[in-house]
């Protein structure tokens, strides 16, 4: 079965506070569903209509536990600290190779 990968990329974080209390929370609510962080941090460069704010990719052994660990408690809790005006971002689960 394939592994799954979470991506983020923020467009713009407008509250640096709650980002914080919100990756408290969320890394160990996402290691604790099974997912092991591969990258988190601002892209060291970027390129064509790429934006230099911070990215994270987390690996999942399936699609159904990527999205698990999304749907979760745990993570719901993390989101209620981030707020939905601190920062924009968008993120994908999608099936690796």
Known sequence: ??????????????????????????????????????????????????MKERTVVVEFDSIAQAIAAYDGPGYAKALDALGKDSAVRDMRIVEGV
């Open 1 to 50: 079965m394939p592994k799954a990968y979470m991506v983020v990329t923020y467009r713009s974080i407008s509250n640096p506070e709650a980002l914080a209390a919100y990756a408290k929370i969320a890394g160990p609510a996402i290691q604790a569903a099974g997912g092991k962080f591969l990258v988190r941090g601002v892209p060291a460069k970027t390129y064509e209509v790429g």
